[in-house]
């Protein structure tokens, strides 16, 4: 869809929620320093995967909602999978990196993975019930 079928608006909230989503990658990079670079993990390099990977994150799972509401299936599903492909990306590189991992780091980035990706599906659907009990 061009930006210019897009309102003011949509494009103020897409742009908001996507510089939270960034400003979130900070946290998770200070986290990753706190926890993971003992075990090869470099918080750097991680941080510029993350904020690289959570702009278009942010626009993507913005535009699902407002594709969802437009009923443009084809842009919901084209969003879905660059969101899916950037939310799992800092995730990749974690495991990819780490090294001499114990168990348990790899049941908890599990987790965390989870945990996040349950969070994020329920932001969207969240949203998305929003916008039905507006219109």
Do not use: C
């Not at 990658?25 to 926890?35: D, P």
């Not at 690289?52 to 535009?63: D, E, H, K, Q, V």
Request: charged residues 15%; positive net charge; hydrophobic residues 55%.
């Amino acid at each position: 869809m061009a930006a210019s079928a897009r309102s003011r608006r949509e494009i103020f909230w897409e742009r908001l929620w996507a510089s939270t989503i960034v400003l979130y990658s900070f946290g998770a990079a200070i986290l990753v320093w706190k926890t993971l670079h003992k075990y090869g993990v470099n918080p750097y390099l991680f941080f510029v995967i993350d904020v690289t990977t959570s702009w278009p994150y942010g626009l993507a799972t913005a535009r699902i909602v407002v594709n969802f509401f437009r009923k443009d299936w084809k842009a919901v599903k084209k969003w879905s999978w660059l969101a899916a492909i950037t939310f799992v990306t800092p995730q990749v590189y974690i495991l990819a990196s780490a090294r001499h991992v114990p168990k348990d780091v790899y049941l908890i980035i599990g987790a965390v993975i989870a945990i996040l990706a349950a969070f994020a599906i329920g932001g969207v659907v969240q949203q998305i019930r929003a916008g039905k009990e507006k219109n």
